[in-house]
């Protein structure tokens, strides 16, 4: 497959994509597992367009961003939107460590008066 949604599951994704932007419980597979088997890329993909289409229905859409460092999307739920990257324990981790590093190599330059 070429990344496309085999035609003959279709109408479950677009299910699920409906049914998620509704608010409601999916009805596709069996109870805890609204997609059907997890382990099955129909069920991947239906549970990743309705998570990435339900961004859409309200004012989660203007807080999202593009980490720089790795590209993903994320939400910016900081009160003043302003937060700069996905996530502390990736990439905001990295991006301090390396502003401290680039401060203490600073510092060193800097010749005693």
């Not at 859409?61 to 993903?72: E, F, K, T």
Request: glycine share 6%; with cysteine.
């Amino acid at each position: 497959s070429n990344g496309a949604v085999a035609t003959s599951h279709l109408p479950d994704l677009l299910m699920a994509c409906a049914s998620g932007l509704s608010g409601s419980a999916t009805e596709i597979g069996t109870p805890g597992q609204p997609f059907g088997d997890p382990r099955t890329p129909i069920a991947f993909e239906a549970a990743l367009a309705v998570s990435a289409l339900s961004l859409l229905r309200d004012e989660t859409v203007a807080r999202l961003r593009i980490c720089p460092n790795c590209s993903w999307l994320f939400v910016d739920r900081s009160r003043n939107a302003s937060r700069l990257w996905c996530d502390m324990a990736v990439c905001g981790n990295r991006q301090k460590a390396n502003r401290y590093y680039r401060r203490r190599s600073a510092a060193r330059e800097v010749p005693n008066a």
